[in-house]
């Protein structure tokens, strides 16, 4: 059973920084794309940041600049620093494996979520 467990969420003020990490099931990680998506109440989850396996980075606008995706393969776990933090970054913010499949469709893997709150 594939399992993505989340950490380093809580409460900051804006401007102060946060890391989320998320460790996963060691047979998929080494060969899937990590992201980090995140939902804010009555909003749709957007993806905030992704990490091939080979390391080719991708970020949605409103995070350029602020926001690191990284992953330690030895560790099977993903990172996101988020610096800068504002309050439109409120969300539970999920981890996501993408992983190929031979000859077949690519699945997807969910975290529970960790909440991430920024007070103005």
């Known amino acids: 059973q594939v399992q993505l467990v989340e950490s380093g969420g809580g409460l900051v003020q804006a401007g102060e920084s946060l890391r989320l990490s998320c460790a996963a099931s060691?047979?998929?990680?080494?060969?899937?794309?990590m992201g980090w998506y995140r939902q804010a109440p009555g909003k749709q989850r957007e993806l905030v940041a992704a990490?091939?396996?080979?390391?080719?980075?991708n970020y949605v606008d409103s995070v350029k600049g602020r926001f690191t995706i990284s992953r330690d393969n030895a560790k099977n776990t993903v990172y996101l620093q988020m610096n800068s933090l504002k309050p439109e970054d409120t969300a539970v913010y999920y981890c996501?494996?993408?992983?190929?499949?031979?000859?077949?469709?690519?699945?997807?893997?969910w975290g529970q979520g960790t909440q991430v709150t920024v007070s103005s």
């Open positions: 996501n494996a993408h992983v190929p499949r031979p000859s077949y469709f690519p699945v997807d893997y």
């Open positions: 060691v047979s998929i990680f080494s060969i899937a794309t």
């Open positions: 990490i091939t396996s080979g390391g080719i980075t």
